[in-house]
């Protein structure tokens, strides 16, 4: 691939005045690095791009394409011509579609995400194409929904806002608990477990428990030596590791048993991790005080597209019985993936993109390169 020189385009964007000014800063950022680095010949299209998104990647990839189509095995000839695709946690990058991108010149993956377990990357190798991902965006921004998902369903905001639009004040059935003194444990103590700790102790006064299979760094609260111990010990549980064959289903209806009763678990880290219909069961029965959820195990079936307008019987067609009951539950918070969304770590995911675009492209040695695809932990 040859280097060319590549102008970037601006356009406005956002609605209000401080979002318009984070993305006018953010943009200049991005703008500045497709400028400074992108400067290549690599044909470029962008899978699952979304509006919220767009104006960010065009202006960190220039002159590439840009679909809102997910990328599947029916949408791979989408990419003939091009030497790379970049997609997001909800594309299918298996083992068949990996083969098709190759048969189809792909050379290059580029992840918009710091997780990969949607990717086959061993077949991948295997086929000659390189795998880079975003290893970090901003954990701070997780890190904060996370907490924030904690405070509102702690404190019963959403009951509490449908109360009101129907005209009821009154208070029976939000009460809620104070913080300070009460215990959270995370498990994954990486980036943004150690910021969801330092929040909850500097911020609120909690007492903190970590478990990590293996980082065994300092942190800021008590390191456990098992899981149990902190499912045992914790009155807010939330999760952060990355989802491998090994955390798969990591909270079933097993563990679920083994928290304290009535204890909250938030999951902003990947749907499958956690057994959703182990969580109803333990909701019912009150073992499960609350639960936050950012991510769903069959979210690549629902999440980021809109089926409000169809009619029922396509809408049956797609029904998923286990969300509908858990967004149903008012001691239940669902958000759609959305714990990454911010402009902040919109512009570092581009910005890290376009970076990794351009150091293949100058055959440079690949920082963010993904080498296999996560072993069993
Ligand atoms: P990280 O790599 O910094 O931390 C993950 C930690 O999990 C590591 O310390 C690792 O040692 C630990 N770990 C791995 N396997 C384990 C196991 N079996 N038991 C206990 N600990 C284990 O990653 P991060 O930046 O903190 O991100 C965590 C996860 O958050 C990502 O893998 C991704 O799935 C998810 N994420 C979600 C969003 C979102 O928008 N909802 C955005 C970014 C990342």
């Known amino acids: 691939m040859s280097a060319v020189a590549r102008t970037t385009s601006s356009r406005a964007a956002s609605t209000a005045p401080r979002a318009r000014a984070i993305a006018r800063s953010t943009r200049c950022v991005v703008a500045r690095a497709a400028t400074e680095l992108c400067h290549v010949d690599a044909r470029v299209i962008v899978f699952s791009c979304h509006s919220y998104e767009k104006t960010t990647l065009e202006a960190a990839l220039p002159d590439s394409t840009f679909i809102s189509a997910r990328l599947q095995l029916d949408t791979v000839p989408l990419a003939r011509d091009h030497d790379a695709v970049c997609v997001f946690v909800d594309d299918d990058v298996g083992t068949d579609v990996v083969d098709a991108l190759a048969d189809a010149g792909v050379k290059l993956i580029l992840l918009r995400c ?19 991902r975003v290893p970090a965006y901003d954990p701070l921004s997780i890190a904060e929904h996370a907490v924030g998902m904690m405070l509102s369903l702690n404190r019963r ?12 004040y009154t208070l029976d059935g939000l009460v809620g608990q104070s913080l300070k003194g009460k215990t959270i444990g995370i498990v994954g103590t990486g980036k943004i477990g150690r910021a969801v700790a330092k929040i909850c102790k ?22 456990c030596s098992s899981i149990e111990d902190v499912l045992a010990r914790s009155d807010f549980v939330s999760v952060h590791v990355p989802l491998t064959d090994g955390t798969r289903g990591m909270f079933n209806a097993e563990s679920l048993a083994k928290m304290k009763t009535g ?12 057994d959703a219909r182990a969580c109803i069961d333990a909701l019912y029965s009150g073992q499960l005080g609350a639960l936050a959820m950012d991510v769903y195990e069959k979210e690549k079936e629902l999440f980021f597209r809109d089926f409000s307008a ?39 995911i581009a910005s890290t993109t376009a970076e990794n675009l351009r150091a293949y492209c100058a055959a440079e040695p690949l920082a963010n390169r993904v080498s296999s695809t996560p072993p069993r932990r």
């Not at 905001?157 to 009821?168: E, K």
């Not at 500097?202 to 390191?223: I, P, S, T, W």
């Not at 001691?331 to 902040?344: D, R």
Request: hydrophobic share 45%; net charge negative.
């Open 114 to 132: 710091a997780g990969f377990d949607n990717v086959d990357v061993d077949r991948a190798n295997a086929r000659g194409v390189t795998v880079c």
């Open 310 to 348: 169809l009619d029922i019987r396509s809408r049956m067609l797609v029904w998923d019985e286990n969300i509908a009951i858990l967004s149903n539950l008012p001691q239940v918070l669902i958000t759609p993936h959305s714990a990454f969304l911010t402009h902040e770590a919109l512009a570092e």
């Open 263 to 274: 204890a909250m678990l938030i999951n902003t880290s990947r749907g499958a991790l956690v």
């Open 157 to 168: 905001l959403g009951p509490s806002r449908d109360r009101l639009r129907v005209g009821n």
């Open 202 to 223: 500097n911020g609120f006064q909690m007492e903190v428990l970590g478990y990590d299979l293996f980082d065994k760094e300092a942190f800021c609260g008590e390191f």
